[in-house]
């Protein structure tokens, strides 16, 4: 089986729709995929609609979290969408994400960017706005040559000349809140030191002992070195090992199911969960 638990869709910053998105992964020969738009499950109606037969969609979401004023994600999968706190926690986190983006975009003016809201707006077509569709209006611009380039110290990266901050979950809450709403919690890209300060392993180990279920492994952001430690923290603390493309459709290079999830760790997950249950492609258009 070929497992891809992280992909995005246009629900947040992906640019496939959810429908697009379940019929590319087939075509990529994959046979379980996870749509984890960040903090919406907005997408999956449509997703489930037009899913393959053959493939299974893992209903789920990426949460922002923070932590010591480190920002961090925490991927949530199979918990039940409609359980009342984490649907407000959620919202809370979602809804704020429009002023962020505005004050972003007013940062960028005053630093001489003519970027507008109504561009932004346009790129994010509906979705959960966030950083990455002002990074592509960066790009639109001309100001950098990637979205990638837009996270920097310079423009959007934590801290930077245009960063502005967002509500994000206390990580222990995201934890409590996904495990009461029947899902299981697995720290996204946890060494991702490209985008900013990584969450030490010590609060790691505080959140095994709270409840967290695995860590996101192989992800386009670790090198060699960091998979090898991250596999022993992993051991070390009793956690599944996950591997996901974090795909994005074309905001970024990574292809649907170039790193993956082994068959016995996505069967573990879907054992601890009650929330939710995967879903079965029926042939949808």
């Not at 992909?7 to 429908?19: K, L």
């Not at 959620?90 to 004050?103: F, G, M, Q, T, Y």
């Not at 409590?176 to 609060?203: D, I, N, Q, W």
């Not at 070195?225 to 603390?237: H, I, S, Y």
Request: charge should be negative; proline fraction near 5%; aromatic fraction near 4%.
């Amino acid at each position: 089986m070929r497992i891809d638990l992280h992909c995005h869709s246009t629900a947040s910053d992906g640019t496939d729709t959810p429908a697009e998105l379940v019929r590319h992964a087939a075509a990529a020969g994959l046979d379980v995929i996870a749509l984890t738009d960040h903090d919406t499950t907005r997408g999956h109606a449509e997703a489930i609609a037009a899913l393959p037969a053959g493939l299974t969609l893992v209903p789920g979401a990426e949460l922002s979290c923070r932590i010591d004023g480190i920002s961090m994600h925490m991927l949530a999968y199979l918990f039940d969408p409609e359980e009342p706190a984490l649907l407000a926690e959620r919202e809370l986190v979602r809804d704020d994400r429009v002023p962020r983006a505005r004050s972003m975009v007013a940062k960028l003016n005053a630093l001489g960017v003519p970027v507008t809201w109504e561009q932004v707006e346009r790129i994010a077509a509906g979705g959960s706005v966030g950083r990455p569709h002002v990074a592509s209006a960066l790009v639109e611009l001309g100001v950098v040559k990637t979205v990638s380039d837009a996270f920097t110290e310079e423009w959007l990266a934590d801290g930077g000349r245009a960063y502005a901050p967002k509500h994000e979950t206390d990580p222990f809450e995201a934890i409590r809140l996904v495990k009461a709403a029947g899902g299981v919690c697995v720290f996204a890209h946890p060494a991702a030191a490209k985008r900013g300060r990584t969450v030490p392993e010590s609060a790691i180990a505080e959140m095994a002992a709270a409840g967290l279920d695995g860590i996101e492994v192989d992800h386009m952001d670790h090198d060699a070195a960091a998979k090898d430690r991250l596999r022993g923290l992993a051991k070390e603390l009793g956690l599944l090992v996950t591997g996901s493309s974090d795909y994005h459709g074309s905001r970024k290079t990574v292809a649907l199911g170039d790193y993956t999830t082994d068959p016995e760790v996505y069967g573990e997950i879907t054992r601890r969960a009650t929330g939710a249950f995967p879903v079965p492609g029926a042939g949808g258009a």
